[in-house]
């Protein structure tokens, strides 16, 4: 036994060393930015003991099996939608094309899977109050159909009231199809969607489903917040199901969100980007449903659904192209700033254009390794001519996109790398000039309440402190 248990040991250094090669060759093959594929090569070949199962983890960028689910759902969704009328929508589309603000956007239209329809109807929602007021009043009039998706739900006074709420229309006979991310709301209770299910809710959770590899996709997360009922009146936005992001939950009360009410053409592109989700979890389709007729007129809406299984980096590059579409300003506002370069250098050429950058940040951290290097890059866009502003009342969620006078995007994404290659995220574009100013006006009040970051504030932060942002900033690619 003595004598066999060195060479076993041997073996096992060396089947961890070839692994560690055949992951560090995967790395170069797979990994979408250079920098991470170095970083993950080099550490795979020299320490394989302590990054091969991170690597498994975190390493990969592209989520395979929602891919092959996108396709068989594609191909369900054809034979679907055959029976729908689907003129009004195209007609919606071709006339989309004659916007001069969304041909700035010279990309859009292969970016996102989904066209630009016109004659939408959109609202602004201001905090929880006003976005879940709304959201419970449109599902209390439903009929036909409820589609509800979120990244967090909470079993507190808000998910009590959505639970019951969803509860009392099942029993009315309405079909409800609740969607949630499994690791998002991972402290949700076995009893919560229990109860949901023996009320004749359907419920699914957003997961890695079974299989060798999809099992260590635990990186990629559904953080898209998406409620259709009936197929006419759809939101999209920041907000998750809990009571802080009513307000009502210390330390980061009050809480700073804001969601879009939408009704229109593009309401059906909200239902495809849920079926795909959920066909993913369930590979069944939920009822998709088209009005006969849309509002004689209204506004130009794109929506943009991005993530782990597309072509592109969608969401980063969707940023990239906002900021270079931006002659006059370019208003942003994020919990999170850990741009990748190219993101970072739109920001830097437009300042040289003369373009009126700002970033809107919280003052106060929800996740300090995030908040330690979104600092470090604050300082870094101040100096390179961004305007970046601090909230000061409390924590800042939303994420919103105010490009010149017409352009603006609000939904789920995030300005950093998780929501540019790792989250499935959703935002919802709209040309309007109307709705622009809505949004200015929401931004400036925002602007009133913070504080300016001065260029020389970085200069005062302590040695110890600006060690620490920069290991974060070293690590920010997996954050």
């Not at 009146?233 to 998750?240: D, M, P, R």
């Amino acid at each position: 036994m003595d004598y066999f248990g060195p060479h076993i040991f041997g073996y096992l250094i060396a089947l961890i060393h070839a692994l560690g090669s055949i992951a560090a060759i995967h790395a170069v093959l797979t990994v979408r930015t250079a920098q991470g594929s170095i970083a993950w090569a080099l550490s795979l070949i020299f320490i394989p003991y302590l990054t091969l199962i991170p690597y498994l983890v975190f390493g990969r960028s592209t989520f395979d099996g929602y891919i092959k689910a996108r396709r068989q759902a594609n191909e369900q969704m054809r034979l679907a939608i055959s029976e729908l009328n689907w003129r009004p929508w195209v007609e919606e589309a071709l006339t989309a094309r004659a916007s001069s603000a969304y041909a700035s956007l010279r990309a859009m239209p292969k970016l996102g899977r989904m066209p630009c329809l016109a004659n939408n109807e959109v609202e602004l929602l201001v905090n929880g109050s006003a976005t879940f007021n709304a959201i419970f009043q449109a599902i209390e009039q439903a009929r036909e159909a409820v589609l509800i998706q979120f990244f967090i739900i909470h079993d507190d006074r808000l998910g009590q009231r959505l639970r019951d709420l969803l509860l009392k229309k099942a029993a009315e006979g309405v079909p409800i199809y609740l969607l949630y991310d499994r690791i998002g709301s991972h402290a949700l209770p076995h009893a919560y969607v229990q109860a949901l299910r023996d009320g004749g809710v359907e419920v699914k959770a957003f997961a890695t489903r079974s299989g060798w590899l999809n099992r260590f996709q635990v990186n990629f997360r559904n953080h898209r917040k998406i409620v259709v009922v009936d197929g006419v009146v759809g939101f999209v936005g920041g907000h998750n199901v809990g009571d802080e992001y009513m307000g009502e939950k210390p330390p980061l009360a009050p809480w700073r969100d804001t969601h879009v009410k939408v009704r229109g053409p593009v309401v059906a592109c909200m239902q495809e980007s849920f079926a795909e989700d959920w066909f993913w979890a369930a590979r069944t389709l939920p009822p998709l449903i088209l009005p006969d007729e849309y509002p004689a007129d209204g506004v130009l809406c794109q929506l943009l659904a991005s993530g782990p299984a597309d072509a592109y980096e969608t969401c980063s590059l969707f940023f990239v192209e906002a900021i270079h579409a931006a002659t006059q300003r370019v208003w942003i506002t994020s919990p999170y700033f850990v741009p990748d370069e190219a993101v970072f250098a739109a920001l830097r050429l437009a300042v040289l254009r003369g373009v009126d950058v700002r970033l809107l940040l919280p003052s106060r951290p929800d996740h300090r390794i995030v908040y330690a290097a979104s600092s470090l890059y604050a300082f870094e866009a101040v100096r390179a001519g961004v305007r970046v502003f601090r909230y000061r009342p409390g924590f800042l969620h939303q994420k919103v996109v105010l490009i010149d006078s017409e352009i603006s995007a609000i939904g789920s994404a995030n300005l950093d790398n998780r929501s540019f290659r790792l989250n499935f995220e959703v935002m919802l574009l709209t040309v309007d000039s109307d709705f622009a100013a809505a949004v200015e006006h929401m931004l400036n009040e925002d602007f009133a309440l913070s504080d300016e970051v001065a260029k020389g504030e970085s200069r005062e932060i302590h040695r110890l402190q600006q060690v620490g942002m920069r290991i974060a900033r070293l690590i920010s690619p997996i954050l």
